[in-house]
């Protein structure tokens, strides 16, 4: 996919009332690993991959790009949330026509799921790009089966442009329009239900 350009790289950490959003650094090489080794995690995103072969795989210092966040808890990496560009044959271009759209993206490990990290997260990060990047709109792909990021997707203020096929299974795209910060705290109820244990992933493979 893309890089995220027209916006400098890499910015200062932002720290929210529990997390640090960071680049990501060698020390974080094992909950890459973990992350994309987790069955659970891979639920929704093609399956997860041989721990062995990601051993093999992974650099030393993974992730380091533009436009990934380390999501770090306690001094501990607990989660990544990506912003990039959607690849201009995907389907969603055509939808909302431009030079291109910036994506987001989270994927979470298991033992994070369920105390709100991803919104405390994602809605960080949004707002982040809101003031580096002014009117630029943001948009999200994920499995409608995939109900826990849907709702995590709905409480960010991301709304439905269209469902479609992709990827063998049906995906809700939305569009970003910001949500005041009250609305979106860490622990606020999310829509239709409280945030449950399970993933919190967009589906990007």
């Not at 890499?10 to 090489?29: F, N």
């Not at 096929?165 to 860490?186: C, L």
Request: charged share 25%; aromatic share 8%; net charge negative.
């Amino acid at each position: 996919m893309p890089e995220l350009d027209r916006v400098p790289w890499p910015p200062a950490p932002i720290t929210t009332s529990r997390l640090v959003l960071r680049v990501s650094e060698a020390r974080d090489r094992a909950a890459f690993v973990d992350l994309f080794a987790s069955p659970e995690v891979g639920r929704h995103l093609g399956g997860a991959r041989p721990r062995e072969e990601l051993e093999r795989a992974v650099p030393e210092v993974p992730g380091r790009r533009p436009g990934l966040f380390v999501v770090e808890l306690g001094g501990a990496m607990i989660g990544t949330v990506t912003l990039e560009r959607r690849s201009a044959d995907r389907t969603g271009g055509d939808l909302l026509p431009g030079d291109g759209l910036a994506e987001l993206g989270y994927m979470f490990l298991p033992r994070a799921w369920g105390a709100g990290y991803a919104a405390e997260a994602c809605a960080a990060v949004l707002d982040w790009f809101a003031d580096a990047s002014p009117g630029e709109r943001v948009v999200l792909c994920t499995q409608v089966a995939n109900t826990r990021s849907l709702r995590l997707a709905r409480k960010l203020g991301f709304t439905e442009v269209a469902r479609f096929e992709e990827f063998g299974a049906e995906q809700w795209f939305g569009r970003w329009g910001p949500v005041a910060p009250h609305d979106r705290r860490a622990g606020a109820p999310l829509p239709n239900g409280p945030e449950g244990a399970g993933p919190l992933l967009h589906n990007d493979h």
